[in-house]
């Protein structure tokens, strides 16, 4: 039976409780609120393998090298001081001639005045053509030498083409730190170039080895000549 006060049939079902909404996270909601910052571009990927590491190495030290300033490390040419031995030789020789003219009577001393003249002549015209007929500049990157008195040639060579530097002096070019300066290099125009009468011989031969080889570090770039 049913009860009278209460109208629904008794196999009804019971009401299921009411939904409620959830208590939002603060945190949570703070965190879903904020923009996610900008990566910004795709970074460009680097190289992975040793070889386009170091490609990649020869280009940013190209691209240096084409804004860098030439300066010049020295400047000479032939120097008196290499001379010294023709002179002294040329001294003696005149007084062997005037000495000869004293004891051979055909050989008079006008003739050994004329003799002695055109030796002197040649020689200062020896020393002149060498003196103004060569000149020799250094740079940071090149070397440079200048031929020709009337006409004048210039070549160049990159020092980091120059494979060998070396030097030589007689007895007496020591004695006045003067000597000659052999240079090898890679150059088409000038594979050998041999410098004479060079004051400070040592030193500037060591300039030139010393920028050759920073030039090749620099670069890094190592050339071995067999």
């Given amino acids: ?31 879903s609120s904020t923009p996610a910052p900008d990566s ?22 190209r691209s240096l090298d084409d804004h860098e300033e030439e300066e010049t490390l020295w400047e000479g040419g032939y120097s008196p001081k290499a001379m010294i031995g023709s002179w002294v030789g040329l001294a003696i020789l005149s007084v062997v001639i005037l000495v000869a003219a004293g004891l ?12 002695i003249a055109v030796l002197w002549i040649m020689v200062g015209l020896n020393y002149a053509a060498k003196r ?7 740079t940071s ?3 440079i030498h200048k031929t020709g008195i009337l006409t004048r040639r ?10 060998d530097v070396s030097y030589k002096q007689g007895p007496i070019q020591r004695m006045f730190k003067v000597g000659s300066i052999s240079i090898i290099s ?3 125009s000038d594979p050998e170039l041999d410098m004479f009468g060079i004051n ?27």
């Fill in 132 to 138: 103004l007929g060569v000149q020799y500049e250094l």
């Fill in 186 to 188: 890679t150059d088409k």
């Fill in 154 to 163: 210039t070549d160049r060579i990159e020092v980091i083409d120059i494979s």
């Fill in 200 to 226: 400070n011989v040592s030193e500037v031969a060591g300039l030139i080895d010393d920028i050759r080889r920073a030039e090749r570090r620099r670069r890094s770039i190592h050339i071995e000549q067999n």
């Fill in 1 to 31: 039976m049913t009860d009278p006060a209460n109208p629904s049939d008794e196999n009804a079902s019971p009401k299921a409780p009411a939904q409620t909404d959830p208590v939002p996270d603060p945190l949570s909601s703070a965190a």
């Fill in 40 to 61: 910004g571009p795709a970074a460009k990927p680097s190289a992975t393998t040793p070889r386009e590491r170091f490609m990649d190495e020869i280009a940013k030290k």
């Fill in 104 to 115: 051979i009577e055909q050989f008079t001393f006008g003739i050994a005045l004329i003799v």
């Fill in 141 to 143: 990157q090149r070397f």
